[in-house]
């Protein structure tokens, strides 16, 4: 396993629905007197591209040498600079800074700029050594971690453990990579979904249900799909598309029109290929999984 290689021209996947306007001087100026400190200038400028979303690295190991044993933070999304500190909408990088001191006891200087899907864990920018200059530390937060003890420093009022993973913004974000355990399939070709997924049945043998329309896929295939479930047990497939609303979820191969999200356990990924291959259209792995 390597470490990611993010730099800032790669940074974002998409908006969230809560990415804020397009930040401007005075939305800056005015968080920053809010927050009492400098934020950093790379921060700045991948908030002036897209001000609050969804990156398309989205985990860092919690030490460099912990690589080899899968030990790393996986977050959700980027906080966004509101039009008004004061009057911040939730999910925002004041109004969760105000929460986390006044509510959870944190120190001032600790300014949380991450979401998770499970609201236990941050990443923060650590202004504690800093104090108001621009290159603050970057650590992660977690609410009382399996192992507390090696885990790191306890703060605040409600046992949340704190540690060091990157010495400041630039380190951080080269280090990222994509976090996902699933392995990712792009499949390149012009046929509509229906035909698509028709296909996928045929190889794969299994019934590709289409998914409601709240969800980002378009079908699935769980447990229950598979017309030989001792063939691949406790696999569940998804199948989108690679561009929705404007923006790509695997932005160097736009060449794929189509996604396969598999859950699948790494014993049976090389019986997957080989079901893949008998697609009539080519298929690219694009993602494997850096800890199964």
């Known amino acids: 396993m390597t470490e990611g290689n993010a730099t800032a021209d790669d940074f974002w996947c998409r908006p969230s629905r ?26 700045v400028n991948l908030l002036r591209r897209i001000n609050g979303g969804y990156p398309l690295r989205d985990a860092i190991w919690i030490e460099p040498e912990d690589i080899n044993f899968g030990s790393y933070h996986r977050f959700l999304s ?29 120190p001032e200087r600790l300014i949380p700029f991450t979401t998770a899907e499970d609201d236990h864990s941050c990443l923060c920018l650590d202004y504690r050594l800093d104090g108001q200059e621009g290159s603050p530390r970057i650590a992660a937060v977690m609410d009382e971690p399996y192992d507390c003890d090696s885990y790191g420093e306890l703060i605040g009022k409600h046992r949340s453990y704190i540690r060091v993973v990157a010495q400041d913004f630039e380190t951080f974000v080269s280090r990222l990579f994509r976090g996902d355990k699933n392995t990712w399939f792009g499949l390149i070709s012009q046929a509509p979904a229906d035909e698509v997924a ?95």
């Open 78 to 106: 980027v906080m966004g600079i509101p039009e008004n500190p004061d009057d911040a909408p939730f999910g925002t990088i004041p109004s969760i800074q105000e929460i986390q001191v006044s509510n959870w006891g944190w």
């Open 198 to 292: 028709v296909a996928l049945e045929d190889a794969l043998e299994t019934t590709m249900t289409e998914s409601g329309s709240l969800s980002n896929y378009l079908y699935y295939a769980d447990k229950k799909g598979w017309k030989n479930t001792a063939r691949r047990p406790e696999t569940h497939l998804s199948f989108l598309p690679n561009l929705r609303e404007g923006y790509y979820d695997f932005p160097d191969h736009p060449e794929c029109n189509y996604l396969l999200d598999a859950d699948i356990a790494s014993e049976n990924r090389q019986e997957l290929e080989a079901c893949l291959a008998a697609l009539p259209f080519p298929v690219q792995l694009l993602h494997l999984p850096m800890v199964d």
């Open 18 to 43: 809560r990415t804020q306007p397009s930040l401007t001087e005075e939305m800056l100026a005015a968080t920053e007197q809010f927050l009492g400190v400098r934020l950093p200038r790379l921060f």
